[in-house]
């Protein structure tokens, strides 16, 4: 069983309860659910067959808005951001939101079975979940047993393809079922072949923690943003093996993902709330105005004022 509901009052918006290990024949189970109020729009897109749950989850919200998932089960989880940003948190860990951005993915073993999504803005993201027998039997891994809680990375170009695939096509009756599934394994494929490149990282999870750490810190002082070494001795690791362990685990250097959040917090200030360039300057954490402005051309081919004016 799926519920969906909103954090400020427990009403549920959306409850589902599928068949055991997803198993609905040689068919696809499909359904489509949709929930507005006068600040945020939200609508899912599933489909399920024998040990795989697809989700494809748009949220549109003036303002910020909380939202709950819990799931009776724990799943293998693959949450993919194709569009906007996220903030989220599980069950477990009611601390601080992690965030995930415009093309990065988030590969959990069951910690998404209570998670709390805080939505602002558009997004669009894609949950595929796996039973833990299913997945068992497709990769001959014990997920619970072997594989690190959760990774979160960059979304690569043969994976951006394949989930549009997966989104994106024409077929109909088996051949849809068959299509998917082939997809899937496509996924599953790319995902091994990235978790065997992590196994040549060595660090702990300890360091890993400390290195996500970091990544948040960066994320929530765009304004004053401290220096390697600064964010080194916050999060309690030497700043060689931040800086080698940030590129590993993000994708980025630190200062190259400080300047993807600012340039893609810009855009949305300026697209959306039509905030003035210079206030976005600021508000990114630029002291010259002319700065921020060719970092930004550099980033999008458009001068920031074009934006809000449109």
């Not at 077929?171 to 196994?199: S, T």
């Not at 702990?204 to 401290?226: G, T, W, Y």
């Not at 360039?277 to 999008?300: D, R």
Request: hydrophobic share 35%.
């Amino acid at each position: 069983m799926m519920e969906l509901k909103r954090s400020t009052n427990g009403n549920i918006i959306y409850k589902k309860t599928y068949p055991d290990n997803f198993e609905v024949g040689d068919a696809i189970g499909e359904t489509v659910a949709e929930y507005r109020n006068d600040k945020a729009r939200l609508a899912v897109t599933e489909k399920w067959f024998k040990g795989i749950h697809i989700s494809l989850i748009e949220m549109d919200s003036d303002l910020p808005e909380d939202f709950i998932f819990e799931s009776s089960q724990q799943h293998v989880g693959f949450l993919f951001c194709l569009h906007g940003s996220i903030a989220y948190r599980s069950g477990v860990s009611q601390d601080k939101f992690c965030s995930l951005n415009k093309n990065e993915q988030d590969i959990n073993l069951g910690c998404l079975d209570m998670i709390t999504f805080r939505a602002t803005g558009q997004s669009k993201l894609l949950y595929i979940q796996f039973t833990a027998s299913y997945f068992n039997k497709v990769t001959a891994i014990e997920p619970f047993d072997l594989l690190p809680k959760w990774m979160q990375h960059p979304i690569k170009p043969e994976t951006s393809l394949i989930l549009a695939h997966i989104i994106n096509y024409k077929h109909e009756g088996r051949a849809k079922r068959l299509f998917l599934e082939a997809r899937i394994f496509e996924l599953i494929i790319v995902y091994l072949n990235q978790h065997q490149e992590k196994q040549n990282i060595t660090f702990k999870q300890e360091d890993i923690n400390k290195i996500m750490l970091a990544k948040q810190l960066v994320e929530h002082n765009l304004q004053k943003p401290s220096s390697l070494i600064e964010l080194s001795r916050k999060v309690g690791i030497n700043d060689y093996k931040l800086k080698k362990g940030f590129k590993e685990l993000t994708g980025h250097t630190v200062f190259g993902y400080l300047y993807k959040i600012r340039m893609e917090k810009a855009h949305y200030f300026l697209s959306k709330e039509k905030k003035s360039v210079n206030e976005v300057s600021f508000l990114v954490g630029y002291k010259n105005a002319q700065h921020f402005i060719a970092a930004f051309k550099k980033k999008y081919h458009i001068l920031p004022g074009s934006l809000n004016k449109n």
